[in-house]
C-alpha cells in the first residue's frame, strides 16, 4: 500500500483471514527442488577432490588477512559520518533514504543509505544512541526511486510504528515515527522492509544500529572500563559482490545472495590495533542470507576462546565461555575478548570456520534416503557424525562464486600495539532476566517447507492484508517451529515482540554438539531473541509473551530474513488484538 507524501500512520483496512493452527503436508518432488536448486557442482566431486578443497580454505583462512597490502585499518563509528554515534535527545530526527554522492563518507561499493544532518554533521546509516523510556520521533523521507519504509528491527513498538511493510513511503513521500522505548538495553538495527524489495535495498546499503543503553549496560562498562569507539567496538559483517549493483539470479532467490568478500564496518581485510585488556565486539550479521560461524584464532591457527554475554535482546544473566557460534542474517552477538595475557607484537583473527551449509542436502535435492528418513534420522542426510571439517563432504553450493557459504575465511584481524596494566574481571552475573511463564501458555505449530518453487511456512505465501497468524494480547504463546530435512537454515524473525528459546529438538549432530543444556540450546539461543536459526530436520519451541499495550489491532510480521526468501514470500502477517 502506498501512502502520500504526509503518511503518518497505517490505514491498511484489507479483509484478515481467520487464524490455523494445522500443521500442513508439504510433499515435495524431486523435479521441485532440482528446479529450484540448480546444480551444486562441488557436491558432484569426489571425496578426495572436497578434502583438497577443504584443505585450500582452511590455508586461505589461515593467510587472508595476513595480506598487508590488502589490508586496511577496521573503521570505527564516530561522532559524525558512516555508522556515526547519534545521541538522540528530545529532537525528531530527519532520516532521509538517499543515493550517496561522492563526498559522502561510506564505503565504496554502497549505493544507498540513510543520511541525516544535524547542525554541522552528516551522518550515513547513524547509529541512533537510545535509553529505555524516552520518546523517539523520526520523520522518515524517500529520497530513492522505489517504495520503501524504515523496519525498527527488535524494537517493541505498534504496528503502525514497526515498519513491516504493509504500509509504505512513495518516491518523494514521507513516513513519521513517534514511539517510546519499551526494550532492554541491546544492539537493534534499522532496515528496509518493502514486500519484494527489502534484499536490494539493503544490499545497496540502507542499514544502521539501534543502541539502547540501560542501568545493565552502565555497570558492565564500569566493571570492564569499556568505552564505546575505543575497547567497545561495533561489527557489521555483510558479503558482497566486487563491481556488481544488486542482481538475483534464481539460484540466489531459492537459497539466498552470497557475495564474494565480506566487508566488515565496510572495510575488506581490516585491521585494528590493540591493547592487552577486555574488548567487547557488538557483532551485526547484515548480509542477505549468508550465515557465519565465528571463532578467533592466534596467527598459528589455535582457536581462542571467548566470553559470550549477550545477542539480540540484551545481556545475559550470566556470561557463557566459547569457542565458536552461528551467526545468522539479523542475529547479534555480544562478545568480550580477553588480550591481557598477549604482547606487543601479537595477533589474533576473527574467521568464520569452515562448516556444512545444508542447503538441500544433495546436488539434486533430497535423495531417496533423505526422504525417507525418520523425523530424528540425520545420518540419512550425511550430517549426522560431528567433525573437525564438515564441510569437506558437504560442498558448497555453486552460486557462492569464490567464497562458497561454509567455507572459512579471517575476517578481521588484532594487532596488538601496547601492553597495559588490566585487572578488570568479567563480572559473574550482568542481569536479571526471569523465565517467561508458560502456565497459561497455548501452542503454535509452523512448518517451514519448500513447494511450487517457494518458500513456505504452513504452506502459505506472504499475502498482503492477510495475517494467519492471529493472537490474543497480554496472552502467551509457545511456537513450535519445525524445518523440513530436504530444507536449509532459515533464520525466523518476529516483529515487536521479543522470545524465549526454550527447546531445540532432532537438531543436526554438528548443530547439537555445540548444546550448553539438557533442551539442545546453543549458548547463542540464551537470554531473549528477536531472530532464531533453524537448521534442516530441527525443531526450536520458543515462548513469547505477547503483552501489548497499544489499543485496536496491531499488525506485524513473522518471517525468514534470509532476505530473499522474506522477498519471494516466506513471511506470514500476526494479527494481535
Known amino acids: 500500500m502506498l501512502l502520500g507524501p504526509t503518511t503518518r500512520r497505517l490505514t491498511d483496512n484489507h479483509r484478515l483471514s481467520p487464524s490455523t493452527n494445522r500443521l500442513p503436508s508439504m510433499p515435495v518432488s524431486r523435479r521441485e527442488f532440482m528446479q529450484g536448486l540448480g546444480v551444486l557442482a562441488l557436491a558432484s566431486l569426489p571425496p578426495h577432490a572436497r578434502a583438497d578443497h577443504a584443505a585450500g580454505a582452511a590455508s586461505q583462512a589461515a593467510d587472508w588477512c595476513s595480506a598487508g597490502a590488502r589490508a586496511e585499518p577496521l573503521f570505527v563509528p564516530r561522532d559524525r559520518g558512516f555508522l556515526g554515534r547519534l545521541a538522540l535527545d528530545d529532537q525528531t530526527l530527519s532520516l532521509r533514504a538517499a543515493s550517496l554522492s561522492p563526498g559522502d563518507s561510506a564505503p565504496a561499493g554502497l549505493t544507498w543509505a540513510y543520511v541525516a544532518q544535524v547542525g554541522e554533521r552528516r551522518y550515513v546509516n547513524p547509529t541512533l544512541v537510545l535509553h529505555p523510556g524516552q520518546r523517539v520521533r523520526v520523520e522518515f523521507v524517500n529520497g530513492i526511486d522505489e517504495p520503501t519504509i524504515v523496519h525498527w528491527h527488535g524494537l517493541a513498538v505498534d504496528g503502525s510504528n514497526d515498519g513491516g511493510g504493509m504500509t509504505l513511503a512513495p518516491p518523494g513521500g514521507r513516513y513519521a515515527y513517534d514511539f517510546g522505548l519499551r526494550n532492554r538495553g541491546s544492539l537493534y538495527w534499522y532496515h528496509p522492509h518493502p514486500h519484494g524489495l527489502t534484499a536490494g535495498q539493503a544490499y545497496r546499503g540502507m542499514f544502521g544500529l539501534l543502541e539502547i543503553s540501560d542501568e545493565d549496560e552502565a555497570r558492565l562498562r564500569a566493571a570492564l572500563d569499556l568505552v564505546p ?107 568480550l575478548l580477553d588480550l591481557s595475557d598477549l604482547e606487543v607484537g601479537d595477533a589474533l583473527f576473527l574467521e568464520t570456520r569452515a562448516f556444512d551449509p545444508m542447503h538441500m542436502e544433495t546436488a539434486g535435492g533430497p535423495s531417496a534416503a533423505a526422504q525417507a528418513a525418520p523425523a530424528a534420522d540425520h545420518a540419512a542426510m550425511g550430517h549426522a557424525a560431528p567433525a573437525p571439517d564438515p564441510h569437506a563432504e558437504h560442498a558448497q553450493h555453486a552460486h557462492g562464486g569464490s567464497f562458497p557459504e561454509g567455507a572459512a575465511r579471517s575476517l578481521l584481524q588484532l594487532r596488538v600495539r601496547e601492553k597495559v596494566a588490566y585487572r578488570a574481571k568479567v563480572p559473574t552475573r550482568l542481569c536479571s532476566l526471569p523465565a517467561i511463564d508458560l502456565t497459561q501458555a497455548n501452542e503454535r505449530p509452523l512448518r517451514l517447507g519448500f513447494a511450487k518453487g517457494r518458500w513456505r511456512i504452513n504452506d502459505r505465501v506472504f499475502e498482503m492484508g492477510e495475517t494467519p497468524i492471529e493472537v490474543r494480547r497480554d496472552t502467551t504463546e509457545v511456537w513450535l517451529i519445525r524445518n523440513y530435512f530436504n530444507s536449509m537454515p532459515h533464520a525466523m524473525h518476529l516483529h515487536g515482540f521479543a522470545f524465549e528459546v526454550l527447546e531445540r529438538q532432532t537438531s543436526p549432530d554438528p548443530i547439537a554438539a555445540l548444546k550448553v543444556d539438557e533442551r539442545g540450546r546453543l549458548a547463542t539461543d540464551l537470554g531473549r531473541k528477536d531472530t532464531v536459526l533453524v537448521w534442516p530436520g530441527e525443531s526450536v519451541r520458543i515462548a513469547i509473551n505477547f503483552a501489548c499495550p497499544f489499543p485496536g489491532e496491531q499488525t506485524y510480521m513473522f518471517h525468514c530474513h534470509n532476505l530473499e526468501h522474506e522477498d519471494g514470500g516466506m513471511m506470514l502477517g500476526v494479527k494481535v488484538s
Do not use: M
Not at 567496538?233 to 545472495?257: C, E, M, N
Open 229 to 335: 569507539g575505543k575497547s567497545e567496538i561495533p561489527l557489521v559483517l555483510q558479503d558482497r559482490r566486487a563491481g556488481a549493483d544488486y542482481t538475483s539470479t534464481d539460484p540466489d532467490r531459492t537459497h539466498g545472495f552470497l557475495g564474494d568478500s565480506v566487508l566488515v564496518n565496510g572495510s575488506a581485510c581490516p585491521y585494528v590495533d590493540v591493547a592487552t585488556r577486555i574488548y567487547r565486539f557488538r557483532v551485526l550479521n547484515a548480509s542477505n542470507a549468508r550465515t557465519y560461524r565465528l571463532g578467533w584464532r592466534t596467527a598459528a591457527g589455535k582457536p581462542v576462546p571467548f566470553t559470550l554475554i549477550g545477542n539480540d535482546g540484551g545481556l545475559f544473566p550470566a556470561p557463557r565461555d566459547c569457542t565458536d557460534a552461528y551467526l545468522a542474517s539479523a542475529e547479534r552477538l555480544d562478545v
